[in-house]
């Protein structure tokens, strides 16, 4: 049986014209290169080169040879290279930073798509808003982030993959839900400890200041469940992302409306990353972009 050794060592000689160049491009003795290239004569059963002089000419069944043979090595080198890059994802830990809401878009749907497909990855999920994620991931502390844009500097790499919509959310359906009557409604409003920083509250800020408005909510809460259960009673109105609400959907009591916004507000979602990025990390990004992708389409039906 032909031997990759024997085919590598066919393929220098073919390439250099001479067993002694071969041997040195190879870092082999020179007998070494001729009695590999004999053998693996002996078991094709044919003459691969003439030799003459110093050198060697190629036959035509050497030039037959020549194709099938790179062909093969190229082949067992990229086996080693996609073996190589899983052997890394399997023994690797993937910190990943994530939006406060992420949970309710990803949380443990990616933690399981990841350990079904490589059971030897560790997963950290970090952060509570983009702001402090960002933060990371520019100092170096994290490879890359889910997060809400825009991103704020320069130097990482945005790859936007979910664009989501704001609405309000009460007891009672509304029509379109305008910045004035926002303004005049008792809100409940998640993200109490990022408030300055969080992309929603500053949208939100924004529309109702350009309407003549001050956003003033009645109560503040941490976690966006916590709200929608304190508007579920009736003591106030709040506003949710559509996927967060979709997530929720057999969760929440059927006493809850939402209404979109007039001018609606949107948010996107998106990779973001620095300049180098691990396999491992490359691979929970992946199936990341895929979950996300798949809620944006089902929250669009």
């Known amino acids: 049986m ?73 082949a067992v080198e990229e086996a080693g290279r996609a073996v190589a890059a ?9 910190r990943l930073g994530l939006f406060g809401t992420a949970r309710f878009y990803l949380g443990a749907d990616l933690v399981a798509d990841v350990l079904e497909r490589h059971p030897g ?7 509570q808003n983009s702001a402090e994620v960002l933060d990371h991931v520019r100092r170096g502390r994290l490879e890359a982030a889910v997060s809400a844009v825009p991103v704020p500097g320069e130097g990482l790499s945005v790859t936007p993959v979910m664009r989501d919509e704001l609405v309000y959310v009460s007891t009672e359906a509304r029509d379109p839900v305008t910045p004035a009557y926002l303004a005049s409604q008792p809100l409940v409003l998640p993200h109490v400890s990022w408030r300055e920083e969080d992309t929603t509250r500053r949208a939100l800020t924004r529309a ?12 503040e809460v941490e976690d966006p469940e916590t ?33 979109p ?25 992946e199936l990341a972009s895929a979950r996300l992708r798949a809620l944006e389409a089902q929250v669009r039906r």
């Not at 899983?86 to 993937?94: A, I, M, N, P, S």
């Not at 990855?121 to 952060?127: E, F, K, N």
């Not at 948010?267 to 180098?276: Q, S």
């Open 2 to 74: 032909a031997t990759l050794h024997q085919l590598r060592c066919f393929l220098a000689t073919l390439e250099h014209g001479s067993f002694t160049a071969a041997a040195v491009a190879l870092g082999y003795a020179q007998p070494s290169i001729s009695e590999q290239v004999r053998l693996l004569e002996q078991h094709l059963q044919v003459t691969l080169f003439l030799r003459v002089g110093r050198g060697v000419v190629p036959t035509e069944a050497a030039l037959a040879l020549r194709p099938h043979a790179a062909t093969a090595l190229a």
């Open 86 to 94: 899983v052997r890394e994802v399997l023994t690797g830990t993937v």
């Open 261 to 285: 916004l007039d001018p609606p507000l949107h948010d996107t979602f998106a990779i973001v990353h620095g300049p180098t990025l691990s396999p491992s990390t490359r691979m929970v990004l």
């Open 227 to 259: 709200a929608l259960e304190i508007v579920a009673r009736g003591l106030a109105a709040t506003v949710s992302w559509r996927g967060v609400l979709h997530r929720l959907a057999d969760r929440l009591p059927d006493t809850l409306r939402w209404s």
């Open 121 to 127: 990855v560790r997963v950290q999920l970090i952060g």
């Open 208 to 219: 109702v200041q350009a309407a003549g408005h001050v956003l003033r909510p009645r109560v």
